[in-house]
């Protein structure tokens, strides 16, 4: 199975700051990465697909970049809506794995 | 707009069966890969499997399902169906269905999920 390696597990940050969260497979899975946000009590919300192509009606503060191992998803100014937890996963190869996920909360 | 909607979930012992369902509405639900995922509440995402359209065929399961649960889809009502048997107390999750591309079943989109309590 492909491991993913997510960090960090949990960040605090400031509205306006810029943050980072990365994510690492264990094999090379090409672009075939997506990013989801979760809300408490809610299901997952797809925001990033193929590593760094944003879907419908997701702000443009959101982005993603990188490809085989390493990639870093950002949120470029944080809006207090923005609280959640956030994923990523890979679906280069079965099983779909997933990080352990990365909890995001105001300062 | 794609809506997915999960029914079916419950607190059952161990060993038990349960069926649950998910209908799809706002696309043409017998084009799709239909998904399941579950969570532990509090805990990070799981794949169990998906189902392909009906011109691939087939279905894939995580090894810790495979040979206990069985996804099965009638597009005529625009259903897909998670048959658990055997559960375990370790099954106890939220249940996702999601609805992938034509070919893939990445989850680009996600039902509400229901509870399974796998209890005695």
């Known amino acids: 199975d492909i491991q993913m390696t997510q960090s960090p597990s949990s960040l605090s940050a400031s509205v306006g700051d810029r943050v980072t969260i990365t994510c690492q497979a264990s094999?090379?899975?090409?672009?075939?990465l997506n990013w989801y946000q979760q809300k408490p009590g809610k299901a997952p919300n797809l925001l990033i697909y193929?590593?760094?192509d944003l879907d419908t009606g997701v702000p443009s503060r959101f982005s993603g970049s990188g490809s085989g191992t390493d990639f870093t998803f950002t949120i470029s100014s944080l809006q207090p809506e923005d609280i959640a937890t956030y994923y990523c996963?890979?679906?280069?190869?079965?099983?779909?794995?997933f990080g352990q996920g990365t909890k995001l909360e105001i300062k | 707009e794609v809506q997915l909607v999960e029914s079916g979930g419950g607190l059952v012992q161990p060993g038990r069966s349960l069926r649950l369902s998910c209908t799809g509405s706002?696309?043409?639900?017998?084009?799709?890969?239909m998904s399941w995922f579950r969570q532990v509440p509090g805990k990070g995402l799981e794949w169990v499997g998906f189902?392909?359209?009906?011109?691939?065929?087939?279905?894939e399961y995580a090894a810790s399902v495979k040979g206990r649960f069985i996804i099965a889809r009638d597009d005529s009502k625009s259903l897909a169906y998670l048959q658990m048997n055997s559960l375990q107390t370790e099954d106890t999750a939220v249940y996702y269905c999601?609805?992938?591309?034509?070919?893939?079943?990445?989850?680009?989109?996600w039902g509400q999920g229901t509870l399974v309590t796998v209890s005695s």
């Open positions: 193929d590593a760094s």
């Open positions: 999601t609805r992938g591309s034509m070919v893939r079943g990445v989850p680009f989109y």
């Open positions: 706002g696309f043409i639900f017998g084009d799709y890969v």
């Open positions: 094999h090379d899975i090409r672009n075939y």
């Open positions: 189902i392909r359209s009906k011109p691939f065929g087939g279905t």
């Open positions: 996963q890979q679906y280069d190869d079965l099983p779909y794995t």
